[in-house]
């Protein structure tokens, strides 16, 4: 404001001197005008939306009303358009139409005070504040449309310039637009313009506005630097909202930048203790599964030492059968251990090493067999990693248990493939071998070692070459 009052105390003196008579000013003028205005209205009407306040509605209208006198003052100028007169109504048209847009916008700011004042920050309902703005706008432009209409094709007006000087009517006339403003920025700034950034700047425009007028009725006449210099001050008046909201747009994009620089900088120093945390969990995970694993070595040769104690052949037995179900448990963990994985290991790998180990401890009790592995590479969580595991071993030492006549030279082939969401096993012997009974700790074993896998076969007392799990 005080800068506003200083140009206007440093300026006038200068109005009344005669400017270059640049006729495309005009043009210009008017088009930059109904752009800016344009513009500030539709970033109003969005504002309106999301705080839905009467008094915003009436700003809203006003800057809408501005921009559509704009481009009428436009086509009613004369020479703005086509050389030596306007498009529409006379001579005189253009300075009604420029009394009444420096007439309505002053109203329009008394009328968005007065609102506020009444009900200070009330908050219309969606529904409401829609019907409102739509009344409101519809009416805007059909008060344009008739002020047009009065000044175009109404009976002859009184004349606003004539010999190319202000006639008295249009001083005064324009003396009551200024002082309008000036009445308007004054409730502003002692009212509602306290408490709302948005009406505090509406205030600045209509400050502006005010200024314009004085170097217009100051300059006199036409081209004068007071008429050119409030050409430049209306046209600054009507860009002070839209760049109140350049400023908020620009503010905002600094926010969002900053907010996005703290949750990068958040999302690293995250990232970075997720990273740790797992490292220490792979690294808890290894040594708990190299603990596992070194406690069933030592329970496996515990076992092998008792087993050399008994005389019994199937006592010895049981305990061999013992040490090949705790094989196939350490297999499966040092393949975990190894993967370093929490979630699943490929099995692929645990039944190759596990039929590796089980030919070497079949060989030690004297059978002597070879075992041919075709595994995919499938990943399975430990819980079923473990029970394939034991059910490998219990169905490869089960073909093997009683071995036949003339097969020294048995093979066994394990295979295991993954089809959609079946999973297949088959074990399989190069000679026909006799299944334990459905009622055999082993049969029971393997029974309840398929149904924790959730597959389905049975296979208990046949003699068969080998037999087929799908799960």
């Not at 030596?84 to 109504?89: M, N």
């Not at 506020?116 to 309902?125: A, F």
């Not at 690293?268 to 040594?287: H, K, N, P, W, Y």
Request: with cysteine; net charge neutral.
């Amino acid at each position: 404001m005080a800068i506003l009052a200083a140009f206007a105390v440093g300026g006038l003196p200068l109005a009344r001197l005669p400017g270059p008579e640049m006729h495309g000013i005009t043009a210009v003028f008017s088009a930059s005008l109904f752009v800016i205005e344009l513009a500030t209205s539709m970033l109003l009407l969005v504002r309106f939306r999301v705080e839905r306040h009467p008094w915003l509605a009436v700003v809203v209208c006003a800057h809408f009303f501005s921009a559509l006198m704009a481009m009428l003052y436009l086509l009613a100028f004369p020479g703005a358009l086509q050389p030596g007169r306007p498009l529409i109504g006379d001579w005189q048209t253009a300075s009604w139409l420029f009394l009444a847009w420096t007439m309505v916008m002053p109203v329009a700011g008394l009328c968005a005070v007065f609102l506020e004042l009444r009900q200070p920050g009330l908050v219309l309902e969606p529904a409401v504040a829609m019907r409102m703005i739509a009344r409101a706008i519809a009416l805007t432009i059909g008060a344009a449309v008739l002020v047009t209409a009065a000044f175009v094709a109404g009976p002859s007006l009184p004349p606003m310039v004539a010999e190319g000087r202000w006639t008295g009517l249009f001083l005064i006339l324009h003396g009551v637009s200024t002082v309008l403003m000036l009445l308007g920025v004054a409730a502003i700034m002692w009212g509602p313009g306290k408490r709302s950034d948005l009406f505090a700047w509406f205030g600045v425009s209509l400050m502006a506005m005010a200024v314009a007028n004085l170097f217009a009725a100051v300059g006199g006449e036409r081209f004068s630097i007071g008429w050119t210099g409030a050409r430049i001050g209306y046209a600054a008046g009507a860009g002070v909202l839209f760049g109140y909201f350049l400023w908020l747009f620009g503010n905002q994009q600094q926010l969002l930048a900053s907010a996005r620089e703290r949750l990068e900088a958040e999302v690293e120093i995250r990232t970075a203790e997720l990273q740790d945390m797992v490292r220490e969990r792979d690294t808890l995970l290894s040594e708990v599964y190299h603990r596992v694993n070194n406690n069933l070595q030592v329970l496996r040769s515990m076992l092998n030492l008792e087993r050399r104690n008994l005389a019994a052949p199937c006592e010895s037995a049981a305990l061999a059968r013992m040490d090949r179900r705790t094989l196939g448990i350490g297999v499966v963990h040092r393949k975990a251990m190894e993967a370093r994985c929490a979630d699943a290991i490929d099995v692929g790998a645990v039944i190759e090493e596990l039929a590796v180990r089980l030919q070497d401890v079949l060989a030690q009790d004297g059978r002597a067999i070879r075992i041919e592995v075709q595994a995919a590479t499938v990943w399975m969580k430990l819980d079923l990693a473990v029970p394939l595991g034991l059910l490998i071993q219990e169905l490869v030492t089960s073909l093997v248990q009683e071995p036949a006549p003339g097969t020294a030279d048995r093979t066994i082939r394990i295979t295991f493939e993954e089809s959609g969401r079946v999973r297949r096993l088959a074990v399989e012997s190069s000679h026909p071998a006799r299944l334990p009974d459905r009622q055999s700790p082993e049969a029971l074993i393997i029974s309840g070692l398929v149904g924790q896998l959730g597959g389905s076969g049975d296979f208990a007392g046949a003699s068969l070459p080998g037999c087929v799990v799908n799960f």
